[in-house]
Every structure is written in C-alpha cells, then in structure tokens.
C-alpha cells in the first residue's frame, strides 16, 4: 500500500512558517504585560480637593480603578492644599485600609511636603498601610536623611514585607542612600533570608552606588 507524503510536506511547510522545526504557531509569542496608564485630568474634572476627596473614598469601596485612578490623578495635580485631606485619610483608622493605600499613592506624588504623613504611617499597625507607605517614602524626590534613617531602622522590623519594601524604598532613593550600604550587605550575606528579599538588596546596592563592585562584600551561596 502506497501512502500520499502531502500531508507531511504540509505539516513541514508549516513547521518552517512558524520559524523552526518543531516550533507550534504562536508558542514563541510573549504576553505583553499591561499597565494601568495614569489618566489624562481636565484641571476642571472636580469642583473641589473636597469632592475628589469623596470620590477617591467611594471608589475605594466600590473598587472602581478608574475612578480611582482619576481622582489619585487630580489630587497629586492640586499640590500643597491636597496634602492634608490625603493625610487626615492616611492617618485615621476609621477609613478602610484601601482608601488609607491609595492616600499613600497620592500622597508620594506631592513632593517632600508629604514626607512626614508617610513618614508616620511606616509605623502603622495595619501591615497593608505600613508596607504602602514605606515602599512610597523612597518615591519622593529629593530625599532626605530621615527617610533614610528611618528606612534602615525597618531593615530589622519584624515584618518581612515591611523589611522588603524598606530595601526598595532604598534603591529608589539610589545614591542618597549610601548610609544603607552595610545593612543591605548584611540582609544579602543572611542566608536565613529569602532570595527576593536577598535579590532586593542586590538591586538596591547597584542603585545605590552604580560604579562600586560588591563582590567581594557578598558572600557567595
């Protein structure tokens, strides 16, 4: 019995398109990430700090992103007068710990005059708050030494994400934070520690001080 080979020379036509013999169509695509883009704000969208204010508690509720995003938007445009009412959300127990995240946000986008509200909450019982506005106090530029100091104290808290956010809140300051130096060495060279944890100190160090090579301060694994 004689068998056609068309349908193996398909099957190789196709193997060649895709780009290589034993390539399936479409395996070797990568998904491409998606991001939430900031939203473009008419100056006019709210009537006052007030209403965005209102705005940005009820999407929080209804965990309406982009209302979300649109008042966060608005409010880090308004500058100075929007830091209390953001602040106030911040330090107050009373509103949700997602409402007190998103001041947070806010918050790191208005400049040193939001330092000392996020300053406090590092200290925050609530973890999700805590973590929040640790990883955002190394977002506002410039820095200062008492974020600094501040940050390293929270290399030792007990939380390990506390700990973890600390250690990027650092790398994002980059080389203002050379005070860190040893105590990140130190976070690497702790092998009781995770390797994210240990890879974020990596990263931090470089961003810290880019032209220094560490290798001989890192212990090998």
């Known amino acids: 019995m004689r068998f056609s080979s068309r349908p193996a020379i398909v099957v190789m036509i196709l193997l060649l398109a895709a780009g290589g013999c034993g390539k399936v169509p479409g395996s070797g695509k990568k998904k491409k990430k998606t ?3 900031r939203p473009q704000v008419a100056a006019d969208a709210y009537g006052s700090i007030a209403e965005a204010v209102d705005e940005l508690l009820e999407s929080t509720k ?3 992103l982009a209302k979300q995003d649109r008042a966060v938007a608005w409010l880090s445009s308004r500058g100075t007068p929007a830091i209390d009412p953001l602040a106030n ?4 127990s009373d509103h949700s710990e997602a409402a007190r995240v998103v001041a947070c946000q806010a ?5 040193p005059g939001a330092r000392p509200a ?3 909450a590092t200290d925050d019982d609530a973890r999700m708050v805590r973590v929040s506005a640790t990883r955002r106090l190394g977002l506002i530029k410039p820095s200062d ?3 600094v100091d501040r940050l390293v104290t929270l290399l030792g808290h007990e939380d390990p994400q506390t700990r973890r956010a600390a250690v990027q809140s650092l790398g994002s300051i980059g080389t203002s934070a050379d005070a860190a ?7 690497y060279n702790n092998k009781k520690n995770t390797d994210l944890l240990r890879n974020d100190a990596v ?3 470089k961003k810290i001080n880019p032209r220094k090579d560490f290798t001989d301060l890192l212990l090998n694994d």
Do not use: F, M
């Not at 918050?107 to 400049?111: A, P």
């Not at 130096?181 to 976070?187: G, K, T, W, Y």
């Open 35 to 37: 991001t939430r883009r």
């Open 62 to 64: 209804t965990n309406n």
């Open 89 to 92: 959300i911040l330090g107050s």
């Open 107 to 111: 918050l790191s986008k208005l400049g």
């Open 118 to 120: 996020l300053l406090q």
């Open 145 to 147: 030494q008492q974020t």
């Open 181 to 187: 130096i040893d105590p990140l060495v130190e976070i």
């Open 203 to 205: 990263q931090a160090l």
